[in-house]
């Protein structure tokens, strides 16, 4: 049984739910920071070849297999990857000792929503 770990310091939603389109009229300010930690979160390489591997993954993906495609050390894989946690991209399974991670349900088409062309008229 999968068993989610909750992450207290963002709102479930947060930012992948929301994904208003930047060409929307009338952008809050919420959907407008809402858009600026999604980028935020992408804005490095390491994680955007971290969502890489999830988006190519048939299954949840172990920390400890991220060190060796990335070449970086466990500490900072677990820094890139509580970013993306933070942000809404991924989710985190506890398994033992051992955390593994995979894409929210539809992180990539909702991220393509944010540069959807809206159509006026």
């Not at 500490?75 to 995979?102: C, P």
Request: glycine share 6%; charged share 20%; aromatic share 6%.
């Amino acid at each position: 049984m999968k068993t989610l770990i909750a992450n207290p310091r963002s709102a479930p939603d947060l930012p992948i739910g929301c994904c208003t389109p930047i060409a929307g009229p009338n952008l809050s300010d919420r959907e407008a920071r809402d858009a600026a930690t999604l980028f935020k979160a992408l804005a490095d390489p390491h994680r955007v070849r971290i969502v890489n591997v999830l988006a190519n993954a048939d299954e949840p993906v172990c920390v400890c297999d991220f060190q060796t495609p990335l070449r970086l050390a466990q500490g900072t894989v677990s820094f890139h990857l509580r970013k993306l946690l933070d942000a809404g991209v991924i989710e985190r399974e506890q398994r033992g000792t051992w955390a593994y991670y995979s894409l929210r349900p539809y992180a990539l088409s909702r991220l393509g929503e944010v540069f959807r062309p809206v159509h006026q008229g």
